[in-house]
């Protein structure tokens, strides 16, 4: 029996079950997947090292299963609803509520979870809900699973749609900042190669600074700030520019956009 069988092995699939087998709380021979995109699941194994099976027998021979599917294609596993009835379902699948999982594949033991695409690195961040007949040591299985990725909190399924504005979207955002700082620092005559390393390691600096010091950001922010410096001048503009409260709605839009595409696929 394997511990656990990956339905669909994509880059997010292939990025959770590498992590796992790296952290060594899983062996190869203990995970399983399946893909109908032959190119995916060859890439799968020979990254992995995870032998990919025919869904129906992978899902028979397992005791829980992760469903790393497309929304849009997700329904159809109920043509399998009689193999995964009595398995622990971990769902990855983007807007697809707990409800809905325990229609498609019969389960009433479902985790669903969303993601974010630094997990792909090994810096994921994600939030995770449980349905009701979860029992402690599934919920601590499938931590296990999101640890060896990044982090992962727990949270009512309702708070999931700001997870998704937040961490999920949220690497989009970065990327958006990433990019601008690199601009200014060509228009300043920098080469763009150096700009963009110095703006993407000043990103990773300054949040591993709020991580380990525990510190409010407002307060290392003081820190960098010296009275009419250079990081006073530029701070001015971002505030005139109205910077926080343009990202904060931003989130909310994002979220928002989450309650809608939820309501869509019901």
Not at 92 to 100: D, E, L, M
């Amino acid at each position: 029996m394997k511990k656990l069988f990956f339905i669909g092995a994509g880059k997010m699939a292939t990025a959770i079950a590498g992590g796992i087998t790296a952290s060594g709380k899983f062996q190869a021979s203990e995970l399983g997947a399946c893909d109908p995109d032959i190119r995916a699941a060859a890439a799968f194994e020979e990254a992995t090292g995870i032998k990919v099976y025919s869904s129906g027998e992978g899902i028979k021979e397992s005791s829980a299963l992760l469903l790393a599917v497309k929304p849009q294609v997700i329904h159809s596993l109920a043509a399998q609803k009689d193999l995964m009835k009595d398995k622990l379902i971990i769902s990855i699948a983007a807007g697809i509520s707990i409800a809905q999982l325990a229609e498609i594949t019969g389960s009433n033991r479902i985790i669903r979870v969303m993601p974010n695409t630094p997990a792909l690195v090994g810096k994921g961040a994600s939030g995770y809900s449980c349905s009701e007949m979860i029992s402690p040591e599934e919920e601590n299985f499938a931590k296990e699973i999101l640890s060896a990725v990044g982090v992962a909190f727990k949270f009512a399924e309702s708070s999931l749609d700001a997870v998704t504005a937040l961490s999920g979207s949220g690497p989009a955002y970065v990327f958006e900042f990433i990019q601008a700082l690199a601009d200014g620092g060509v228009a300043e005559g920098l080469p763009r190669d150096t700009a963009q390393i110095l703006a993407a390691q000043t990103l990773i600096g300054a949040a591993e600074m709020v991580l380990k010091t525990q510190e409010h950001p407002c307060s290392l922010k003081d820190k960098v700030t010296s009275p009419a410096g250079t990081t006073s001048r530029a701070l001015e503009v971002l505030a005139d520019r109205g910077f926080a409260g343009t990202v904060i709605k931003a989130v909310r839009a994002a979220a928002e956009r989450s309650r809608e595409l939820g309501t869509k696929t019901k």
